[in-house]
């Protein structure tokens, strides 16, 4: 049997993973330059200052660069509303429920554009947003996340959100893939059913068939269990991925997890599997947002396995592609510190 002598860091590029704090430690720094991740996501641990977030960003695209010749995704989430992790002095953006009932697309749009403005100016070019999920009611754990129950309303401001994330200088992800709308329970905690029983899923989808349509670069899949299409979860499903996603929905972008080590996945299988699995499914950026071991495990696991090494090269070729198209911010300390030294605002729509 042949033996496979790829570097573990032909498989880190798959990776998207999560920091242990606000610095280039030895943790962020092996990384970046040993592992060769494809990409970080930064949270409140990871966020001081709009100096500091910059002199870190900053710090890690230079590692990138030096490893591998490419820049990093760099991606947070910052939604509006109650995912929003990026505090004062960035303006405060409202709930997508919020805007859903009284925002234009327009004004959608141009929120999104000062949003995305914001983040590039300090190293940000992945916005984990907008959300497409078409959440029914209050009892979906979404409910604030979601512009609402109409599919046509959630699909018209998702665009615009697209359209100004675009505009602003950062990659949009839309998310979550096939939507969580009809859903009674939080993925971060475990796995959730769907409850509609129509196996087309129409009223789900039509955000997502909208933003693959409008040029969506980045999808991410939900931890969901369709029964109608699949007994594995979305996120570790072919039938999702491959089938639906792809081939029905037409999407040649970059498909992403949501993070692996959440209860819906990691309740049921060990984390270094579930990305094996999600890997041979179809995705092609795993993400990792707490362990960083669990990066090194997940790594060691696909280079074990050689009938991956197609589905391996094929992710690596999507991410290079998208990763080529990144444009390093060009913004000086100097000009960060004066921007965010103006009054912030809560951003509002018109404003």
Avoid at 70 to 87: F, T
Avoid at 123 to 128: E, Q, T
Avoid at 314 to 333: F, I, N, V
Wanted: charged share 20%; proline share 8%; net charge negative.
């Amino acid at each position: 049997m042949s033996v496979n002598t790829a570097a573990p860091s032909a498989y880190g590029r798959l990776f998207m993973v999560g920091l242990p704090g606000p610095r280039l430690d030895p943790v962020a720094r092996s990384l970046v330059r040993e592992l060769r991740v494809g990409g970080v996501v930064l949270f409140a641990r990871n966020l001081e200052s709009p100096q500091q977030i910059w002199e870190l960003t900053r710090a890690l695209q230079q590692e990138a660069l030096a490893a591998a010749g490419l820049p990093l995704l760099i991606a947070v989430d910052q939604e509006g509303g109650p995912v929003e992790r990026l505090k004062a002095p960035f303006a405060s953006l409202p709930s997508a429920r919020e805007l859903g009932r009284r925002a234009s697309p327009q004004e959608v749009e141009d929120l999104a554009r000062q949003t995305a403005w914001e983040l590039a100016l300090v190293g940000f070019n992945v916005n984990l947003a907008p959300v497409l999920d078409v959440a029914r009611g209050p009892e979906c754990p979404l409910y604030e996340r979601s512009y609402g129950a109409d599919p046509e309303l959630v699909a018209a401001l998702g665009q615009a959100a697209l359209r100004g994330y675009l505009a602003g200088g950062v990659l949009p992800v839309v998310k979550h893939f096939p939507g969580l709308g009809d859903t009674l329970r939080d993925s971060h905690v475990e796995l959730p059913t769907a409850q509609g029983k129509d196996p087309s899923r129409q009223v789900d989808l039509l955000p997502f068939r909208r933003a693959v349509a409008a040029g969506a670069p980045l999808v991410m899949t939900a931890h969901i269990l369709v029964p109608e299409w699949d007994a594995r979860p979305a996120t570790l499903s072919p039938v999702a991925i491959r089938t639906w996603l792809r081939r029905e929905l037409g999407f040649a972008g970059v498909v992403m997890t949501d993070d692996l080590e959440m209860g819906a996945i990691a309740g049921q299988v060990p984390v270094p599997r579930a990305a094996r699995e999600a890997l041979a499914a179809g995705a092609d950026l795993l993400l990792i947002c707490e362990r960083s071991e669990s990066a090194w495990e997940a790594a060691a696991l696909l280079q074990e396995d050689e009938t991956l090494w197609a589905r391996v090269q094929e992710a690596g070729r999507r991410l290079e592609g998208l990763r080529r198209q990144l444009t390093p911010s060009a913004a000086t300390l100097a000009e960060v510190k004066e921007y965010f030294a103006q009054a912030r605002h809560t951003a509002k729509p018109g404003n």
